[in-house]
């Protein structure tokens, strides 16, 4: 199953605050079936969720550094909001 709207990048919008968070609600979110999951952080020009493309990629890049070293399977695509 995919979800394809999840707010799963940690300190990026109004998302997880950590990388700790994150592991566990993509944890979660596998336990429950789902195996593929779309980071659509929010991109509001000119606001607190106004997260650049290349710090989105190097935290999805970090956690799924995360995910490998605790054994956990999950694709993580990029995207926004």
């Known amino acids: 199953m995919i979800d394809m709207h999840a707010h799963i990048i940690y300190g990026v919008d109004d998302g997880p605050k950590?990388?700790?968070e994150s592991y566990e609600m993509i944890k979660?979110?596998?336990q429950?079936?789902?195996t593929d999951i779309v980071c659509t952080a929010h991109y509001i020009s000119n606001s607190s969720f106004s997260s650049e493309v290349a710090t989105n990629?190097?935290?999805r890049a970090?956690?799924?550094e995360k995910l490998h070293e605790?054994?956990?399977q999950m694709n993580l695509y990029g995207g926004t909001e």
């Open 28 to 30: 979660r979110a596998s």
């Open 57 to 59: 990629r190097e935290k």
């Open 70 to 72: 605790f054994g956990l």
């Open 62 to 64: 970090a956690l799924v």
């Open 32 to 34: 429950a079936g789902i």
């Open 18 to 20: 950590t990388i700790k």
